[in-house]
């Protein structure tokens, strides 16, 4: 049992490059998030996808789109990156979508644009 | 005024000792709150949560919730090297339900 795992751990881009992010779990949660976490902003929320099949914007989603493939994977696109965009991804799940319940975080990917 | 606010430290207190977290938060209608524990480089994972007025305790640890005051704080007790972390407080959208309002953390540093 993985939980949350994330590819990859660390990417360097030049300034208008494209990646996509990998999130999977294999908890059968489903609720899945992608957050970004910045030195003294704490933990953002981008996108998040309270079922397989629907995902809605968060606090900080422009500059990204995401994909829930199926209801184990969560993926999370920049199609042009900025330096803007440096930060910490962390991708989390829960069982259901429901404030209540706890989140699970992956390891994160630490992304560096130039 | 951010919806969940916490004092980023940081926070120093010899082995032993308690420390004492706190968090503020603006949505009157927030029911539960969120303690997590971020080591460095790592990624947050859950230590506590609390739904109710009052304190819950979970071996050394004591989460406190003033729903009047809308006051969260996280006392550690026998505090040892090892808690040496970020945490951060959490809580829910209340209006979605879905989405969460992290503060940006406190830095507890337990010395030796």
């Known amino acids: 049992n993985a939980g949350v795992t994330q590819t990859p751990k660390f990417q360097v881009l030049k300034t208008g490059q494209s990646m996509t992010l990998q999130c999977a779990q294999d908890?059968?949660?489903?609720?899945m998030y992608w957050y970004r976490q910045d030195p003294g902003m704490g933990l953002r929320l981008i996108y998040y996808s309270a079922s397989e099949g629907t995902t809605d914007k968060g606090e900080v989603p422009n500059g990204y789109n995401v994909s829930r493939l199926n209801k184990r994977e969560f993926s999370l696109r920049l199609e042009s990156a900025a330096p803007s965009q440096t930060s910490v991804y962390f991708c989390?799940?829960?069982?259901?979508?429901?404030?209540?319940?706890?989140?699970?975080f992956g390891p994160g990917t630490r992304l560096t644009v130039t | 005024q951010k919806e969940v606010e916490q004092n980023s430290g940081p926070l120093s207190v010899p082995e032993g000792a308690i420390a004492s977290l706190n968090c503020t938060y603006s949505d009157r209608g927030s029911q539960s709150f969120f303690w997590y524990r971020q080591y460095s480089g790592k990624s947050p994972e859950l230590i506590m949560f609390?739904?109710?007025?009052g304190d819950k305790e979970d071996g050394r640890f004591t989460a406190q919730l003033n729903k009047a005051s809308q006051y969260v704080s996280l006392l550690i007790r026998d505090s040892q090297p090892s808690d040496s972390a970020t945490y951060l407080c959490a809580a829910p959208r209340v209006d979605t339900g879905n989405q969460f309002y992290f503060g940006t953390g406190t830095s507890l540093t337990v010395i030796p």
């Open positions: 989390a799940s829960s069982i259901r979508g429901r404030a209540s319940q706890e989140q699970y």
């Open positions: 609390i739904y109710s007025n």
């Open positions: 908890m059968n949660h489903n609720s």
